[in-house]
């Protein structure tokens, strides 16, 4: 951004008039006249004021001038798509943290049901295999209870790298 303000008023600059200043001294000898020398001294200043440029300093300042927008377009860009990166990150720790909450009800639930069973399978109310997938039911329950639990980390990981922290 600050490049391309820089290149809007350098282009802006070549309207201006350009002036500049010099000195130059010169010492001549000669050696088949010993006395004679010739010694020179100027000193001035230069300016240059380019009054017509056939369009070619315009053309210059409109380019470099939409360079300017362009950039602080995606500037907005930029910051827009950050905000809505810690729009979701934050929506989606929320998410997770949800998900988190009725993933521990479930593996509760699971695990409470599998004893249940296992009475009901010790007094010859239900059979084993009810046992076994009640087994497997806690069991994929666990398991999805620390992904939810994986998952919300990752979520506040990613909402912390994305606020700075």
């Known amino acids: 951004?600050?490049?391309?303000?820089?290149?809007?008023?350098?282009?802006?600059?070549?309207?201006?008039?350009?002036?500049?200043?010099?000195?130059?001294?010169?010492?001549?000898?000669?050696?088949?006249?010993?006395?004679?020398?010739?010694?020179?001294?100027?000193?001035?200043?230069?300016?240059?004021?380019?009054?017509?440029?056939?369009?070619?300093?315009?053309?210059?300042?409109?380019?470099?001038?939409?360079?300017?927008?362009?950039?602080?377009?995606?500037?907005?860009?930029?910051?827009?798509?950050?905000?809505?990166?810690?729009?979701?990150?934050?929506?989606?720790?929320?998410?997770q943290a949800l998900v988190r909450d009725a993933a521990d009800a479930q593996a509760l639930a699971a695990a409470e049901a599998l004893a249940a069973v296992g009475h009901e399978v010790r007094v010859g109310m239900k059979p084993q295999l009810a046992q076994l997938d009640a087994a497997r039911e806690n069991i994929a329950a666990a398991a999805a209870q620390a992904q939810a639990r994986a998952d919300a980390v990752v979520a506040r990981y990613r909402l912390a790298a994305l606020l700075g922290r």
């Open 1 to 95: 951004m600050a490049a391309a303000r820089a290149a809007a008023a350098g282009a802006r600059a070549d309207r201006l008039p350009t002036a500049g200043a010099f000195a130059e001294a010169s010492m001549v000898r000669d050696q088949f006249f010993p006395d004679y020398s010739a010694n020179a001294a100027t000193v001035g200043v230069r300016a240059r004021w380019q009054l017509y440029s056939g369009g070619r300093v315009g053309g210059r300042i409109a380019e470099t001038s939409a360079e300017v927008r362009s950039a602080e377009a995606a500037l907005r860009a930029a910051d827009q798509q950050l905000e809505a990166d810690v729009i979701s990150a934050f929506q989606d720790v929320r998410t």
